[in-house]
């Protein structure tokens, strides 16, 4: 359910308390670790709920300011998460910017969930060059830089929206353009450790009421949820173990992957063996409101 309408009522939402600062300072594991977990990053990390989650970490730069500089840091940081191979992290710099302004988001792909995602929808997806082998990081730049209509339709699909939603959503926007009238709505919020209302949202028509897709979605969301908190509280606080073991126990309790054990000293680690894939282009903090779903739709 992107767009421009929808990633505003996306983003304005998920910039509330947790979200990790642009500061240098504030990024280490620990910090993107926890950041991740308590937003609805933890549905995709946990158990592939959504394909992909974005948001956790977020900067706005200088159109004019090297795109490496700027995100290098957090991205080196992203790479040392013990996720294991089941899972990408990476950033999207959005591809237009705003006002001289350009916009980074930190996102994290469940790979497997996104392959068969991906596979569903073959006309979707070959239409912008994207294969179920691509990378997250190719999938999420060839999305964010394809036609409006396929731009919504692929960010919701991605980001694990029900595809009745999604398909909303598009009509909504297609509609919102070429007519300028808005299309009333509603929203189903799912709730993250982070907040109640505006961290897993999609829009749905006026007068909606709940469907089984619905249903089973809100199910899995509240026992992933409830597990994580008890999880939580066992492991954040003042002598505990910490975010990055945390994320761990997450990754390999909570979705049955098997990941190495992080070293004691894991947040003084050196990022994994490779060299960053840096997107060649980014925009904005109020990323979903102003470059994932651009039209005004959160009346």
Known sequence: MLSNFF?????????????????????????????????????????????????????????????????????KELRKLPLGPDFETGILVFKNPTGGTKHATAFVAHKPRLRDLISKHPKIFQGIGVKPWSSAQFVMERIDQAPSSTRWRGFGLVFGYPEYAVEFFVTAGETQEKTGVFVTRSFVHLPTFRMVKGGFVYAVPKGHEETGEDRILREKVSSL???????????????????????????????????????????????????????????????????????????
């Open 7 to 75: 990633l505003w009522c996306l983003f304005s939402f998920q910039s509330g308390p947790g979200l990790v600062p642009d500061s240098a300072p504030s990024l280490t594991p620990d910090t993107l670790a926890l950041s991740m977990m308590d937003s609805e990053a933890l549905y995709t990390i946990a158990a592939g709920v959504k394909p992909v989650s974005e948001g956790f970490w977020r900067k706005s730069f200088p159109d004019s300011s090297p795109v490496d500089a700027e995100i290098g840091p957090a991205l």
């Open 225 to 299: 949820l409830s597990n994580y908190s008890a999880k939580r509280r066992e492991f954040i606080g003042e002598g505990k173990q910490g975010p990055v073991p945390l994320l761990h126990v997450v990754v390999q309790e909570f979705s049955g992957n098997q990941v190495p054990t992080p070293h004691p000293g894991f947040q003084a680690a050196v990022p994994g063996k490779g060299r960053p894939c840096l997107p060649g282009n980014v925009q904005a903090r109020d990323f979903r409101r102003r470059f994932l779903f651009p039209l005004r739709l959160c009346r």
